[in-house]
């Protein structure tokens, strides 16, 4: 058997996060067969959320194929966002007004959880609360982004939209308009996934690795995995948490695997002080979007191409990168930088730039986390709170949203 996920090469080159301290978690083998109630397949950034969250009240082990962290969670640029890929007047031509609401409502709430369950469990990894703007470009332009900020404002959401004039005085960048938004955040994403998977082990999660699921049988009590080491693990429930390596035979209707590509300055970069504390990105495709990380690096992103293999390509991630430092460059002249860390990954998009989360039709008590959209990390929140509800016999209001 070759596995019971899609085996992807996620990443290119050498993410920044790669050399951050404090990523050791606690791993184990696996040498014999075990039974527990909750077994989660990925230990990215998804799985740590979700193990976070089951491990008070559920015995869980967490496997994965690679080491803890070393899939796409090293690829992300940890822009902590509630806005959603696709705005919320598109949003609602797509799935109702209503439902957009409510997509962007849960989306800001994640945020404001994420931030709460870093400071509760004491979780080191360079979070800070953030504004974001978002740049008019030629996918949608500054009527778009005045009608959209008024949309959120109605809503409740912290956005306002500022012209050409403000733009300039306040950011001095030259674009037709933006919007300026709060409630945002960075973060170290590995840095954030090895802290939840050490809270969780604290509270009795195991984590299994290198172990590669081969196979998910479903049964009416529960489900037993094959896997590599021989030994099977059986779980009343299963939840694959495997990014963009989906599990196989898994409905995944108008999504697809693209690849982005990202860069990080040397540290200590001389910038505009409102940089340090704003997320920027912009109405275009392919869309720009950068920020500051805590020691003075640029973190950039952006050149997403059509294409599950394209971040494979190191002579692509070169040039990538050059064309991504260039039109930073053109936005902010006097920003002056070099780079140190280039990467390229496997993305996932859907059709709403939403994820997929929920059981997986036609497998009984076999649970999916698909963090399709450019939200991941605070897909991955809303994940770990809709699966939470689930597996306790609790119905989380907006579990319908995510549905396949």
């Known amino acids: 058997m070759d596995g019971a996920t899609i085996k992807r090469d996620l990443r290119t080159g050498r993410s920044l996060w790669a050399d951050s301290p404090g990523l050791g978690v606690k791993t184990r083998p696996l040498t014999e067969a075990i039974s527990v109630d909750v077994a989660i397949v990925g230990a990215g950034i998804s799985g740590a959320f979700l193990a976070h969250e089951l491990a008070r009240d559920h015995r869980v082990a967490v496997l994965d194929r690679r080491p803890p962290l070393m899939g796409s969670t090293l690829a992300s640029t940890a822009m902590l966002q509630w806005e959603i890929d696709l705005p919320l007047r598109t949003l609602g ?29 004491g979780i080191r990894c360079g979070l800070k609360p953030k504004g974001s703007l978002y740049l008019a470009g030629d996918e949608y332009g500054h009527r778009a982004l005045e009608a959209e900020a008024e949309a959120r404002a109605a809503m409740g959401l912290e956005s306002r939209y500022i012209s050409p004039a403000e733009l300039r005085e306040q950011f001095g960048i030259d674009r037709t308009g933006a919007i300026v938004s709060e409630g945002a955040a960075s973060a170290d994403p590995a840095r954030l996934a090895a802290g939840l998977l050490r809270r969780a082990t604290e509270k009795g999660a195991r984590i299994y690795s290198k172990v590669e699921v081969l196979e998910a049988v479903s049964d009416p009590d529960g489900v037993t995995l094959l896997t590599d080491a021989g030994h099977a693990v059986r779980a009343g ?19 697809k695997v693209i690849s982005s590509w990202a860069l990080a300055s040397k540290p200590r970069v001389r910038c505009p002080a409102w940089l340090r504390d704003t997320l920027v990105w912009e109405g275009s495709d392919p869309y720009l979007y950068f920020r500051m990380g805590g020691d003075g690096r640029l973190i950039v992103g952006g050149e997403d191409e059509a294409s599950a293999t394209a971040h494979e390509d190191k002579a692509k991630l070169k040039r990538k990168c050059e064309t991504i430092a260039s039109k930073l460059r053109r936005l902010l002249p006097d920003l002056e930088f070099e780079m140190d860390y280039t990467w390229a990954g496997a993305f996932g ?11 997986v039709e036609g497998h009984d008590h076999v649970h999916a986390v698909m963090g399709f959209g450019g939200n991941g990390i605070t897909y991955s929140v809303i994940a770990s709170q809709i699966i939470g509800c689930t597996l306790r016999g609790q119905v989380d209001p907006d579990a319908d949203l995510y549905r396949a």
């Open 349 to 359: 998009e859907s059709a709403t730039g939403l994820p997929q989360i929920g059981p």
């Open 237 to 255: 429930k299963v939840v694959f948490c495997c990014g963009y390596e989906f599990p196989k035979g898994v409905p995944t209707p108008g999504a």
């Open 93 to 121: 031509a797509r799935i109702g007004e209503a439902n957009a609401r409510r997509a962007y409502r849960r989306s800001r709430s994640a945020v404001d959880a994420l931030q709460k369950i870093v400071a509760d469990e």
